[in-house]
């Protein structure tokens, strides 16, 4: 799809900011708060922009102790539908957060969470690893996540170290 | 007998940049959102800093050639004719220096005789005047008006010449002003320039801030390029201000003339820094890119706003500085600048400052979060709103 080049300054500053006031989004792009208001509105009718999330760090939250997992997966495609088949299997669990088709030693990359690693266990060896296509799972529990989407999570020394009148 | 000072009489005289009084003022103030400042809001490019630090640890302590070490003097060539389609020879035409203040300096010093005029365009960087007096020069300012949106014309350039002007000083896109002339525009000051035999110190450190037209350096211009000496660096458009790393490219001789005085005062500009800037070219432009994307971002919001609340504001094509005038309020510059401060916490630079052309604006950098401006445009309005 072809977007003109102020879409794609509004669909950038969304990402990064999407609870940004259209009035403010209007004037960084030189345009009409109307014309921003019919832009996204076409953007999110074609699933461009596809949904408004948040970045939660879940770490810090006492009662949460989920777990994610990257499972790496290698599956056989299968003829006219290669690899899509397999991956709309997989997508459809809830437990999976991503799935996305990579080039090199496997196939599938696959994240999972769950409230325990156990949990996540259960899942790989009961439901993803016994699906037909499939081969073979190698499953790495995240420990820690430092940055995601862009976005540091503990940032440091963020403070402006400016000083506060220069020429 | 009496005892007298033992400062020179010319530092004496010299004025203290007004600036200074303004950073006295809000230094020590609490909550200040602060559109005072003449430098970017980003941290240097990771990959810039790492490539210092690798330096380090690699035991690249030691000085440097004068000129600069040879392989980014190479790199600075090869960005400067791509980027601004100028030719200079890395081994006998570049210069780098602690920031583009110091080749400022040089350049003048390398030029001038006693008594020598040059014209220094105002509103403009605080420095200009001063270095020329330091350089045994006399400054003459052209005063450039809002009306035109503070460019040089041909006309006022040609009136302010006399038999003893050597050289003019512009920064384009400039600094408090965010004006930035078109080539067409530099084409007619061109033709004076030559008419007139005058040398052209172009300082062009906000080249890569440039928003709507491309930016046309003045050594690009046809016959220009052996009566320029054009300061670039790397402090705004790679956000590396606290670096002082910058290069002045010129002919040869003046360039020779310029290395006499650098080797005897400066030996070399910091090898640390100059890792850094050689990253910061070999693999630094898609940063300056999505900088550059920011700022327009960002120049468009303030513009917009300042418009809004009353205060006339041109859209500056480059820099990181809008000029609005506050003529409506009917307040002095320093006066409105100081209400603002105490009143509302919002630290601006009176344009006074910048020279007498100045007077009736603030300069108000818009290097700075959304999320502060938004603040500062909030208090702004409430402050206009009172005085208008």
Redesign the interface.
Known sequence: MHLTEKEL?IL??IEQ?SR?DFN?LA????ADESEIADTVQKLEDMNVIVCYASIINWAKVDAYHGVTAMIDVKVTPKRGVGFNEVAQRIYRFNEVESVYLMSGAYDLSVVVTGQSMNEVAQFVSEKLSTLDSVISTTTHFILKKYKHDGTIFEPINEE?K?????? | MIQTSFVSKTIADLKPSGIRRFFDLAVNMEGVVSLGVGEPDFVTSWNVREAAILSLEEGRTSYTANAGLIELRQEIASYMKNRFAVSYQPDSQIIVTVGGSQAIDIALRAILNPGEEVLVVEPCFVAYSPLVTLAGGVAKTIQTVKENEFKLTAAELEEAITPNTKAIIMCSPNNPTGTQLRKEELIEIAKIVQKHNLVVISDEIYAELAYDDDFTSVAAIDGMMERTILINGFSKGFAMTGWRLGFVCAPKDITEAMLKIHQYTMMCASTVAQYAALEALRSGMNDVENMRKSYRQRRNYIVKSFNEMGLDCHIPGGAFYAFPSIERTGLSSQEFAEKLLFEEKVAVVPGNVFGESGEGHIRCSYASSLEQLQEAIKRMSRFVEKYK
Request: glycine fraction near 0%; charged fraction near 35%; proline fraction near 6%.
């Open positions: 300054e950038q500053i900011n940004i403010d004037k960084m792009v030189d402006d400016r000083i506060v009148v220069s020429p």
